[in-house]
């Protein structure tokens, strides 16, 4: 099923009854997720996942536990990530499985990977579940990486267990998974420590970690155990965000054939041979009210429909790598999405938020997939309504039709008054505005008015193109077709300078500045080619470098 | 002499009496740069410089008319920056060149040009000196990426002059001179906007340039001349910092030869075996008073040993692309460097504070030279002292040797408490204690103490690695040779990840994001592979693209 290359399908659906690689257990406020990668389970064959190394499987699996702790266990505060061997806690992502896959879908895996981190973040900032990483042995790259992204890390002071950068010195390539920025910006290591520390591929243990900033603490492994749970503890005892009432995630059921990946509210259509697709997002075709919906046991439309978008944005992803230009349409009745966003933002309920928040991740997800959006409103049930018009607003352009009775058109609500930040911390609208940020407040205003037809839209800035029915049609082909035209590589570079105006933040350092020194490095020969440090990894050659500096 | 791929010697030294593509006149506080490429005369044969596009002999010119203006003609307040064809104002980097070139000189090329335009938004922040791009004709590519740079830009409205990035659809790479950054950040375009700009090869005109925000104003054909005064009059009138005494920037006189590149204050001396060099910077030989120095028609030191320097970075980068690693080392007998900042701190003259802008852009030039920098204090008559201190912090390590008598160590200055800044905007002693901010200002208390000797150093996190005579050489050079022995392409994604910390600048931006994107797009085979559409641009073949989105 699973294709490490997206030629087949890849499934990002799980539940820990199917976990391979992870054990994930409850006790009271606190989560245990132990890391005990099944080496003869890999995403794709052609590799074993020994020493705890990690690839897409291994990480769907983190990524579904993550999610599930935050909406099915509420009552866990603290998640205590570890591993299984004692001389191991995790050595990275799997060198085999790089030096096996494709540039795009290298990656793919080091943005979904980066995404995953950030969710671990999120959930420490946003929804009261604090992370620990207790890394009793070995804390390699991508090993230590995922440490770096929890509140705090604990290393066994074994006179052996070091965390470590490998990657430069041994692979040529960098800890891409958010690791350098995070040293020196999250952790705020020294930069001469940190150029020390990313060259010497044995890593750095004990006190030294401690005293320059690499762990929080060191331990002994007398004193391992008892020290974990009360950091543990510590950590739950701080938090202050309430969770809840638990909801399951139940399976999305998409449909998937080689035209189209279909959901309850979602559907993502191909037209292969213009390597386009339409993604469309169905409105709640009823009023719902959330709280009583959600106690029933099923999931409200505002946490659904944003899961089924979630997993066709990463089936997008990974498994179309050829799709490069998307149209964005929505679809419903006027009043029900703005009914959601109000409910969901007035609600005392912890679930309300959770689902708000994971909201915001998913539109972040959109941001930062490298296809081309135009938003199009073309029909009088189309629906760019409160937080479905956010994908309007990121999309990179708006095409809207105006029609003669004014059925057409968008409608804000309070999903559009600042919750739903980018990476950037801005706004969708406010990013928008950069250059009139009086217009955010504008557009606020005239939002409680009532909806906004096409022509006053594009007038607002809202709409980059509103056009009658004689020229709608004809413009938007056009548009789509030069664009499914132009080179990829030139495109995704172009959108990710142009998407994310204004502030920079870890996040945007992250998926900015070093995924691209990444992807790049990723095409040269002293990574990749065959000479190359990533290829040659494990056999008796030497890599040979090309020497010039760029 | 010059190599287009740095094989033989690029001389970044020239002067208005031996311009090929520029006309500079002055006239009162106004000067005029007007662009008329001499398109027999490129960088290197191969190409034609057509329709005023540049290559890096037209913008090594560019960049010493800024230079001079700035320190030999004080009266300047406005630089109008025009073109003698008439219905072309600039047309961008030339294509052919950029497909004769390698990558590493692409690159290359591209900081320089970046630095360049940069340089203009600082003499406009800093230096009392405006700019106005005066467009009349087509402003495509670079040509609109430099009048970007520009404090503004008018564009003529002859219903055929436009500004255009046609990059994207045309060669299938970025406008990388920072116009998308610029574009969104600076300008504050509307992004959707910028999208459709970015995409329409042919440009954009008249009033919708103006409404988009794309230039200040339009401007009609009879009214032009009389506008462009009139708007350079009034930029003049803006400025309020004042320059000068003028200073006569003299020829440089480097000796080089295959083994050094030697000025009076600077020395690069290579091993080209290990593919490392020695930077030696004298401090100043006797005590110097500024302004007499000055007035007398000499040089002092604060400003030739740094445009020495800057000379030496770039012939490091262009012309010796193998040498990856970088020992700094400085000479001279201590008070004197000191002295010389103080008196540039105190100076009242608008000549002093140019000169300190000055360094600071050379220190910044240093800071994003993609070579491994080791500073290295191992000698009694070592001067890591005020300003040259700077280049120790600046450095990727500081090897420091602790001798018996601690004659060894270093001394801060006014230069070590803020002016300095790096492209984010911190100092270098506030990027390398972001983690502890309060260190900084005890290092500075503890630095008008007097020197501080390499174990105190050590101590105090200013040096990396204090190590006595047992040890300090073998530990040197084994650093030296490992680094010296990694790939270079993950050495420069690394350094560009952690020298940068803190706050992202409109800079930092561009080195950081925009060129790592354009370095990645500038490898692919849809750009410059043998299908690519920079390879194919001007031939009748259509480019080939492999349209896997990543």
């Known amino acids: 099923m699973a294709g490490i290359d997206g030629v087949t399908r890849t499934d990002f659906e799980t539940h820990p009854s199917k976990y391979k690689h992870w054990k994930l257990s409850f006790d009271g406020d606190t989560a245990k997720l132990v890391m005990a990668v099944d080496d003869e389970h890999p995403h794709k064959p052609g590799y074993e996942l020994k020493l705890n190394s990690y690839d897409l499987s291994v990480d769907i699996e983190l990524a579904d536990a993550i999610q599930r702790i935050r909406f099915e266990h509420p009552e866990v505060k603290a998640l205590v990530i570890t591993a299984e061997l004692d001389r191991v806690f995790c050595s990275g992502a799997n060198i085999y499985m790089l030096g096996l896959s494709t540039h795009s879908f290298k990656v793919n895996f080091c943005k979904f990977t980066n995404e995953t981190r950030l969710y671990l973040e999120d959930a420490s900032a946003n929804s009261g579940l604090g992370s620990l990483a207790a890394c009793k042995g070995t804390t390699a790259g991508g090993g230590y990486e995922l440490a770096l992204a929890c509140d705090e ?45 990313c060259t010497t591929a044995e890593g750095i243990k004990g006190k030294r970690a401690k005293e320059w900033g690499l762990v929080d603490d060191v331990v002994s492994r007398t004193k391992w155990d008892e020290m974990v749970l009360a950091r543990a503890k510590a950590l739950a005892a701080k938090q202050s965000v309430t969770r809840g009432p638990a909801i399951e995630l139940k399976p999305l059921g998409a449909k998937i054939n080689d035209d189209a990946i279909k959901y309850a509210n979602v559907e993502l259509t191909f037209d292969r041979a213009a390597r386009t697709a339409n993604l469309l997002v169905r409105a709640p075709e009823w009023p719902e009210d959330f709280d009583k919906v959600a106690a029933s046991g099923t999931e409200p439309w505002a946490l659904r429909a944003f899961r089924e978008l979630d997993d066709a944005l990463l089936r997008l992803r990974f498994d179309n790598p050829d799709i490069g230009m998307v149209t964005v349409r929505t679809k419903g009745s006027p009043g029900l999405v703005k009914a959601c966003d109000e409910q969901l933002a007035s609600s005392k309920s912890g679930l309300a938020r959770e689902v708000r928040v994971f909201q915001r991740r998913v539109l972040k997800r959109y941001d930062n997939t490298a296809r081309s959006f135009y938003a199009v409103a073309d029909s009088a049930d189309s629906c760019f309504e409160g937080v479905l018009l956010e994908l309007a607003l990121g999309a990179d352009r708006f095409y809207t039709l ?51 037809p096409s022509e006053e839209a594009e007038k607002l800035g809202i709409a980059t193109i509103a056009a009658d029915d004689i020229d709608f049609e004809d413009e938007l082909r056009i548009a789509v077709e030069e664009r499914a035209s132009l080179s990829p590589d030139a495109l995704t570079g172009m959108e990710q300078s142009l998407r ?46 090309q020497w010039k500096r760029t």
Chains 1, 2 share one sequence.
Request: charged fraction near 25%; charge should be neutral.
């Open 402 to 452: 105006m029609d003669g009775d004014e059925k057409i058109g968008m409608t804000t609500s309070v999903a559009n008054e600042g919750f739903f930040t980018m990476s950037s911390g801005l706004s969708r609208l406010a990013a928008r505005f950069y250059g009139d940020p009086s217009q955010v407040a504008k557009i606020i205003a005239r939002g409680t008015e009532g909806p906004i």
């Open 500 to 545: 994310f105006v204004g502030p920079e933040t870890l996040e945007t350092k992250i998926f900015g500045r070093l995924s691209a020194w990444q992807n790049w490095i990723f095409t040269r020969a002293n990574s990749t080619g065959e000479h190359g440090a990533l290829t040659l990894y494990g056999q008796p050659e030497r890599p040979q470098f």
């Open 153 to 197: 890390t604990l290393l066994v002071d074994d006179g052996n267990s070091a965390v470590s950068f490998p990657e430069t010195p041994l692979l040529a390539v960098l800890p891409g998974t958010g690791g350098l920025t995070r040293l020196v910006d999250k952790r705020k290591v020294r930069r001469d420590r940190a150029d020390v520390f």
